[in-house]
């Protein structure tokens, strides 16, 4: 066998990560405030695109291509070369994607096939000034609680969220929406108010400075007091309140001056914008069948038509070759984006479907009965990949009766149930044991081994470290201390 160089010819089939299957990718991730903004970009330097609203459309069907030059999206003219394929090999996107993968080369500027790369800023640097405040509050949730129904409460509280970083809402009313008890509402309230910047989340100011000197561990008597009579301070009456806190005037000068150095609205000025209301991408109630009926938001869903028409009487009237590549190039990236806003909207709608119907007992009972839920259980209803599924489910929020919730708070653990029967939920079992022990006898508290019967007994497999673990996690002290508690109680009554 002789040993030498040579020349083989080889053919073989390879995904590329083109520029337009990025943008595709960061469409579906992004919420619709931030596809708006991009589009308004694409509306300002693309002159075959238009802005699809109640105007446009009560003057130009969609049906007359001729009226206005509107006309629905039409394969771009080199269609032929982009091939379809099932999705990337890492599992990015699926195949209702990948009619932006290009088999062939890359995009080039003046080729027909789609963006310059140079053009190509987009959403990949509109967020380029780091997460705002409430997108930092958000991750900090998701690090702070482990319980799913406290995320879900939590989350919750942060759509609701004020600009000054205030959240006036009556617990009672909220705890009632959620169907959970008011106690535990306000307990995550209370929580919130200790991430950074601490003092979000209070109902008033007294409670956002109290937040705030807690800290920084100076919330003293004296302190508190002061803040419980913030409306004599208003007035400068200042005999009053020395004789309120039991202070002189030297130190009533120096608690003043103290406060005067804390921040009253802790959520204005964090970002480079003031902190907006989170506006739902989906909306949700109640049908007349007893279903529930889903919508994407109008006022926030981003849509755009091409100018067939006019796109066609240019090329028609236009002989120069550089001038007919660029009308083509624009044309292709328009219906690009026309089509790729169209899928997204279709991905969005069949994932938050495919949520409240395996969700439905928590919008109809409460939080008790959020069920288990996985990315691969919504991956495999609608056929699609984990991944493009939490890509869906990112910055994505949705209206419904319990509230504007985060769609990622509809995953939960899952446990299984005995002798093969249906898994439970995390959470709920959390709220089972919570409430096993709420109503647990004084004179026959209940201990860990037998919460496990209980819970065994309901057809929940559960070991007694997991038990020890939520009860710990729901700060439940244990039968011994409960027991001591409670025969304390009775003897002092």
Same mark, same amino acid.
């Given at each position: 066998?002789?040993?030498?160089?040579?020349?083989?010819?080889?053919?073989?089939?390879?995904?590329?990560?083109?520029?337009?299957?990025? @943008?595709?990718?960061?469409?579906?991730?992004?919420?619709?405030?931030? =596809?708006?903004?991009?589009?308004?970009?694409?509306?300002?330097?693309?002159?075959?695109?238009?802005?699809?609203?109640?105007?446009?459309?009560?003057?130009?069907?969609?049906?007359?291509?001729?009226?206005?030059?509107?006309?629905?999206?039409?394969?771009?003219?080199?269609?032929?070369?982009?091939?379809?394929?099932?999705?990337?090999?890492?599992?990015?996107?699926?195949?209702?994607?990948?009619?932006?993968?290009?088999?062939?080369?890359?995009?080039?500027?003046?080729?027909?096939?789609?963006?310059?790369?140079?053009?190509?800023?987009?959403?990949?640097?509109?967020?380029?000034?780091?997460?705002?405040?409430?997108?930092?509050?958000?991750?900090?949730?998701?690090?702070?609680?482990?319980?799913?129904?406290?995320?879900?409460?939590?989350?919750?509280?942060?759509?609701?969220?004020?600009?000054?970083?205030?959240?006036?809402?009556?617990?009672?009313?909220?705890?009632?929406?959620?169907?959970?008890?008011?106690?535990?509402? !306000?307990?995550?309230?209370?929580?919130?108010?200790?991430?950074?910047?601490?003092?979000?989340?209070?109902?008033?100011?007294?409670?956002?400075?109290?937040? @705030?000197?807690?800290?920084?561990?100076?919330?003293?008597?004296?302190?508190?007091?002061?803040?419980?009579?913030?409306?004599?301070?208003?007035?400068?009456?200042?005999?009053?309140?020395?004789?309120?806190?039991?202070?002189?005037?030297?130190?009533?000068?120096?608690?003043?001056?103290?406060?005067?150095?804390?921040?009253?609205?802790?959520?204005?000025?964090?970002?480079?914008?003031?902190?907006? =209301?989170?506006?739902?991408?989906?909306?949700?109630?109640?049908?007349?069948?007893?279903?529930?009926?889903?919508?994407?938001?109008?006022?926030?869903?981003?849509?755009?038509?091409?100018?067939?028409?006019?796109?066609?009487?240019?090329? =028609?009237?236009?002989?120069?070759?550089?001038?007919?590549?660029?009308?083509?190039?624009?044309?292709?990236?328009?219906?690009?984006?026309?089509?790729?806003?169209?899928?997204?909207?279709?991905?969005?709608?069949?994932?938050?479907?495919?949520?409240?119907?395996?969700?439905?007992?928590?919008?109809?009972?409460?939080? !008790?009965?959020?069920?288990?839920?996985?990315?691969?259980?919504?991956?495999?209803? =609608?056929?699609?990949?984990?991944?493009?599924?939490?890509?869906?489910?990112?910055?994505?929020?949705?209206?419904?009766?319990?509230?504007?919730?985060?769609?990622?708070?509809?995953?939960? @653990?899952?446990?299984?149930?005995?002798?093969?029967? !249906?898994?439970?939920?995390?959470?709920?079992?959390?709220?089972?044991?919570?409430?096993?022990?709420?109503?647990?006898?004084?004179?026959?508290?209940?201990?860990?081994? @037998?919460?496990?019967?209980?819970?065994?007994?309901?057809?929940?497999?559960?070991?007694?470290?997991?038990?020890?673990?939520?009860?710990?996690?729901?700060?439940?002290?244990?039968?011994?201390?409960?027991?001591?508690?409670?025969?304390?109680?009775?003897?002092?009554?």
């Amino acid at each position: 066998m002789s040993l030498g160089p040579r020349l083989d010819l080889r053919q073989s089939q390879s995904l590329v990560m083109t520029p337009q299957l990025r @943008q595709a990718i960061a469409l579906l991730q992004a919420s619709n405030l931030d =596809v708006a903004a991009f589009v308004e970009q694409e509306l300002e330097r693309n002159p075959l695109l238009e802005r699809s609203d109640a105007e446009t459309i009560a003057t130009a069907p969609r049906d007359d291509p001729a009226a206005d030059g509107l006309a629905e999206p039409a394969p771009p003219p080199d269609a032929a070369d982009i091939a379809k394929s099932d999705h990337l090999a890492d599992g990015a996107l699926d195949a209702d994607w990948s009619n932006v993968v290009d088999t062939g080369e890359a995009f080039r500027s003046g080729s027909g096939g789609g963006f310059d790369t140079d053009d190509l800023d987009g959403l990949d640097n509109m967020g380029a000034p780091g997460p705002s405040l409430r997108e930092n509050l958000a991750q900090q949730i998701r690090l702070t609680f482990d319980d799913p129904q406290e995320q879900l409460i939590a989350g919750a509280m942060l759509a609701m969220l004020e600009p000054s970083g205030r959240l006036t809402v009556d617990v009672t009313a909220m705890a009632a929406r959620l169907g959970c008890a008011p106690a535990r509402v !306000e307990a995550v309230r209370r929580r919130l108010q200790r991430l950074d910047p601490p003092g979000m989340f209070a109902a008033n100011l007294s409670e956002c400075l109290a937040a @705030q000197l807690a800290e920084q561990n100076r919330l003293d008597p004296a302190m508190q007091a002061l803040l419980d009579n913030l409306e004599l301070l208003a007035r400068r009456d200042l005999a009053s309140l020395r004789t309120r806190c039991g202070v002189d005037a030297e130190d009533l000068a120096e608690m003043i001056t103290e406060l005067k150095r804390l921040d009253p609205k802790p959520g204005a000025g964090m970002d480079s914008a003031p902190a907006t =209301v989170i506006q739902p991408d989906v909306l949700m109630r109640a049908g007349p069948d007893g279903g529930w009926i889903l919508e994407l938001n109008p006022e926030t869903l981003p849509r755009v038509l091409v100018r067939q028409g006019f796109a066609a009487r240019a090329l =028609v009237a236009t002989r120069d070759k550089d001038s007919r590549a660029f009308i083509q190039e624009k044309l292709a990236t328009a219906n690009w984006l026309a089509r790729s806003l169209e899928q997204r909207a279709n991905t969005i709608m069949k994932v938050s479907a495919a949520i409240v119907g395996r969700q439905d007992g928590f919008f109809r009972h409460g939080v !008790e009965f959020l069920k288990p839920l996985t990315l691969r259980d919504i991956a495999t209803e =609608v056929e699609m990949h984990e991944s493009t599924i939490s890509r869906c489910t990112s910055n994505k929020y949705i209206a419904t009766p319990r509230g504007t919730l985060e769609l990622k708070f509809f995953f939960t @653990q899952a446990i299984s149930g005995t002798a093969g029967g !249906e898994s439970v939920s995390a959470a709920a079992v959390r709220a089972r044991i919570k409430s096993l022990i709420e109503h647990e006898n004084p004179s026959a508290i209940l201990s860990d081994d @037998q919460i496990v019967t209980v819970l065994r007994q309901e057809g929940v497999d559960i070991a007694r470290r997991t038990v020890a673990k939520y009860r710990d996690a729901l700060s439940i002290p244990s039968s011994t201390v409960r027991k001591r508690d409670k025969e304390g109680k009775a003897a002092s009554a």
